[in-house]
């Protein structure tokens, strides 16, 4: 069977429970870079093991980061690229559809549907059920923006909600990439750790709206979303208020006990991005 003429690139770190569910999955790609960032828990040695080209990233703790170090720097030898995490799926609909488009291509890039699995099983609602992004896209054509972060590295060495600017057409495909993002409790925490960092970082300028960059090549939806954003920041209690649009308005009631504490764990997120504005602003007040 022939190769889809498609570059893959899975950021990675110390993802050693997800590499070769991620891996296995892709035999179908022309090519596929794993970009690492100093792993210890085996994750090279089996994307190595599972034939894929392995680049390590060094973060200079301002920019570039990960993402966008890799469309600048790996050798691509095809002109489509295909993001993929390592805790994604990409069933055999998509990975037909890709091929197709790649081929014959009818747009600049392509947005996915993604399907959250928490605990087991599928969030059909809590407001996850329509998340959307792009991932297939001419190489030249697409970056991610740069968000205004300070130098330190606290927001992390990856692009985590940073939009990809992509200067071309895009349109969607159908079916769903399994996103098995939070396969435990652990899990969740310690990523929403790292988020929460992000937001707090980032707290003043979504309040303020003092960021533009690259919002004319995101899509309509995603600046509303973001202008919203910056209002409900200043909304008092925002925590329990974000448990009741999960679990009430977007009914995540529907999903069960994984959909309540679903809702609940969104809502300490929150509460966590919250108290590090608070610690920020304490910590900048205090003599010495």
């Not at 055999?92 to 559809?97: I, Y």
């Not at 529907?254 to 679903?262: Q, V, Y």
Request: charge should be positive; include cysteine.
């Amino acid at each position: 069977m022939d190769k889809v003429p498609v570059s893959v690139f899975v950021p990675v770190k110390n993802e050693k429970a997800n590499i070769e569910r991620c891996l296995s999955n892709l035999q179908w790609a022309d090519e596929v870079f794993v970009v690492d960032s100093g792993s210890t828990d085996g994750t090279v040695e089996l994307a190595e093991k599972h034939g894929a080209k392995v680049v390590q990233f060094h973060f200079n703790g301002t920019y570039p980061k990960k993402k966008n170090w890799a469309l600048e720097n790996l050798p691509f030898r095809n002109e489509w690229v295909l993001l993929v995490d390592a805790d994604e799926v990409f069933p055999s609909d998509l990975q037909a559809q890709i091929a197709e488009k790649v081929r014959r291509p009818d747009a600049d890039g392509y947005y996915v549907h993604f399907t959250f699995m928490f605990m087991g099983r599928p969030i059909r609602h809590c407001g996850y059920a329509s998340l959307w992004l792009v991932r297939l896209f001419r190489h030249k054509l697409g970056r991610f923006e740069r968000m205004p972060t300070a130098p330190g590295g606290r927001t992390g060495d990856i692009e985590m909600h940073e939009h990809l600017i992509l200067e071309g057409v895009t349109k969607r495909l159908s079916g769903s990439v399994l996103h098995y993002a939070y396969p435990t409790i652990d899990t969740w925490v310690t990523k929403h750790n790292l988020y929460s960092n992000w937001e707090a970082e980032l707290y003043e300028k979504f309040v303020s709206g003092a960021f533009r960059e690259g919002e004319g090549h995101i899509n309509r939806a995603k600046r509303i979303k973001r202008r919203v954003k910056g209002i409900y920041l200043r909304l008092p209690f925002r925590y329990g208020l974000r448990f009741l649009y999960h679990y009430i308005l977007r009914l995540g009631f529907l999903d069960g006990k994984p959909g309540f504490i679903f809702s609940v764990l969104l809502s300490f997120y929150d509460f966590m991005a919250w108290a590090k504005v608070q610690e920020r602003r304490l910590l900048a007040a205090k003599p010495g």
